[in-house]
């Protein structure tokens, strides 16, 4: 349907080890530049320290909504550099995995050692070395459980089995009468509503035909198969995984 060919690169990158590198002095460092009062700068870092791990100094809870919010304030540096250094125009971060997206593959690779350097000089931490590469537009990029393409977004495979899975141990808990209806099709919603933004119509649209006897509720099936009907895109093909 769609045979127009988009020419161009992208650095998918991730940093590694990222909550468990995130260097307490360095984080510290950047919230004074911002907040200068004594109180809460003790307790952002009784915080932190309250949190041990193989290296003192060094990490965050993975769990905790102050390491989401601290995390991003540490990498509000990256973003920075990306923007204003490298005068990069197409980024995109979402914790601790990011995009850049540019034309020629050579400016990238050179990014990407730039980015490398900075994160290790700045921040003291580092790029992921299985987790970065340099991908052509036209596969498709591979962020947040997503393949991601100009035209439309596909669901990762595995997270389709994944799924497929779940429903498979909710239907054995149900029938042994340690879960109910409601309480499946609680949790069927919350990924139901994740894989709207990936073109699966005709996934959702079987997932729950056949795990009807598990997740057909009368008073949830009117919001259900309304979701079901208005998460086709129509500019794209809504016939994918």
Same mark, same amino acid.
């Given at each position: 349907?769609?045979?127009?060919?988009?020419?161009?690169?992208?650095?998918?990158?991730?940093?590694?080890? @990222?909550?468990?590198? %995130?260097?307490?002095?360095?984080?510290?460092?950047?919230?004074?530049?911002? =907040?200068?009062?004594?109180? %809460?700068?003790?307790?952002? &870092?009784? =915080?932190?320290?309250?949190?041990?791990?193989?290296?003192?100094?060094?990490?965050?809870?993975?769990?905790?909504?102050?390491?989401?919010?601290? /995390?991003?304030?540490y990498l509000n540096e990256? *973003?920075?550099?990306?923007?204003?250094?490298?005068?990069?125009?197409?980024?995109?971060?979402?914790? *601790?995995?990011?995009?850049?997206?540019?034309?020629?593959?050579?400016?990238?690779?050179?990014?990407?050692?730039? =980015?490398?350097q900075f994160l290790k000089?700045?921040?003291?931490?580092?790029?992921? +070395?299985?987790?970065?590469?340099? %991908?052509?537009?036209?596969?498709? =990029?591979?962020?947040? #459980?997503?393949?991601?393409?100009?035209?439309?977004?596909?669901?990762?495979?595995?997270? /389709?089995?994944?799924?497929?899975?779940?429903?498979?141990?909710?239907?054995?808990?149900?029938?042994? #009468?340690?879960?109910?209806?409601?309480?499946?099709?609680?949790?069927?919603? #919350?990924?139901?509503?994740?894989?709207?933004?990936?073109?699966? @119509?005709?996934?959702?649209?079987?997932?729950?035909?056949? @795990?009807?006897?598990?997740? &057909?509720?009368?008073?949830?099936?009117?919001?259900?198969?309304?979701?079901?009907?208005?998460?086709? &895109? +129509? &500019?794209? +093909? /809504?016939?994918? %995984?």
């Amino acid at each position: 349907m769609f045979k127009e060919t988009y020419y161009g690169y992208a650095l998918k990158a991730d940093i590694r080890h @990222y909550f468990d590198t %995130v260097d307490h002095e360095t984080l510290l460092h950047i919230i004074r530049h911002r =907040i200068k009062d004594r109180d %809460v700068l003790w307790l952002i &870092s009784m =915080i932190l320290n309250n949190h041990k791990t193989e290296v003192a100094g060094k990490g965050m809870p993975i769990g905790n909504l102050t390491s989401q919010f601290f /995390a991003n304030v540490y990498l509000n540096e990256l *973003d920075k550099f990306v923007k204003h250094t490298l005068n990069a125009r197409y980024y995109l971060r979402y914790v *601790d995995d990011f995009v850049i997206l540019h034309r020629d593959k050579r400016v990238l690779e050179a990014w990407r050692i730039s =980015i490398d350097q900075f994160l290790k000089d700045s921040l003291k931490v580092e790029l992921h +070395p299985d987790k970065t590469r340099l %991908v052509p537009l036209e596969e498709g =990029i591979t962020l947040l #459980g997503f393949r991601v393409f100009y035209y439309y977004r596909l669901l990762k495979k595995s997270n /389709a089995r994944r799924i497929i899975k779940r429903l498979e141990r909710f239907r054995e808990l149900y029938n042994n #009468g340690k879960m109910s209806r409601e309480e499946a099709l609680t949790r069927f919603e #919350g990924w139901f509503a994740y894989a709207e933004f990936a073109n699966t @119509y005709n996934l959702r649209n079987r997932l729950v035909n056949e @795990y009807s006897d598990l997740l &057909s509720i009368p008073h949830s099936e009117e919001g259900l198969n309304k979701c079901i009907t208005s998460c086709s &895109s +129509p &500019s794209a +093909p /809504a016939t994918h %995984v």
